[in-house]
């Protein structure tokens, strides 16, 4: 079974600051899709970033990229000019084409002015 | 073009009844998941339906139900209500099912409290 695994429940950051987020995923599946969900307090989910396995040119999206190694089975989400918006839950999820999403467990990111 | 859905945002029921949430996928998008996000378990994947078929299915028990209409509408159910299942319900709506964006659209949750 696929799972997905985000070690870090909480995280802080200074505003203007670079912060990383770490999430790692089982699977033996070669064929899927990584993103990076932003749930802010009390609003609705939001996709920021997402990657195809079997691309190796790492995403970029503004502020947000990410460190994917496949063979690791590692994704993290790097943050870079953190702004108090970026403040929430950061989601790792993981996805094969035709199979349901699943989630990691959530990063709560504190930005501070 | 107005986003997901979702109602009642908020609602209290006792244990042993049911429940119906609703949700109102984004206009043109043909598929709609629902996931249970509870402090405990983290978001964790309830159904999925496409062109009102049942296409995927978590491991939920079989008081959680679902059902999705001609026009992409979805409700889910949940008979005989246990405390455990006070959760936020997310409804998320993506265009087709095998979209390699794999992107999901998500609503604003139904907030369900067990007493």
């Known amino acids: 079974a696929q799972t997905v695994t985000q070690s870090q429940p909480e995280m802080s950051v200074q505003e203007a600051e670079t912060v990383t987020l770490s999430c790692t995923y089982d699977?033996?599946?070669?064929?899927?899709?990584l993103f990076w969900y932003k749930q802010p307090p009390s609003r609705q989910m939001i996709l920021v970033i997402r990657?195809?396995?079997?691309?190796?040119q790492n995403a970029t999206e503004n502020r947000f990229s990410v460190n994917f190694q496949k063979a690791a089975k590692s994704f993290s989400l790097k943050i870079s000019d953190s702004q108090l918006g970026d403040a929430a839950m950061y989601f790792c999820?993981?996805?094969?084409?035709?199979?349901?999403?699943?989630f990691g467990k959530g990063t709560k990111l504190t930005v501070n002015p | 073009k107005a986003g997901v859905t979702q109602t009642p945002r908020y609602l209290i029921k006792t244990r042993g009844q049911q429940v119906t949430l609703s949700c109102s996928p984004i206009?043109?998008?043909?598929?709609v998941s629902w996931y249970q996000q509870t402090p405990g378990q983290g978001l964790q994947f309830l159904f999925e339906?496409?062109?009102?078929?049942?296409?995927n299915k978590g491991n939920f028990p079989g008081r959680f139900s679902g059902r999705q209409f001609s026009n992409s509408r979805s409700e889910m159910n949940v008979s005989t209500l246990e405390l455990g299942d006070s959760a936020l319900y997310l409804c998320?709506?993506?265009?087709?099912?095998?979209?390699?964006?794999?992107?999901?659209?998500f609503g604003e949750g139904s907030r369900l409290t067990v007493l």
């Open positions: 699977t033996s599946e070669s064929d899927y899709y």
């Open positions: 206009s043109g998008h043909r598929s």
């Open positions: 990657q195809e396995a079997y691309k190796q």
């Open positions: 999820a993981y996805r094969t084409p035709t199979e349901k999403l699943v």
């Open positions: 339906y496409f062109s009102e078929t049942q296409r």
């Open positions: 998320a709506s993506s265009l087709v099912r095998t979209s390699n964006t794999g992107e999901l659209f």
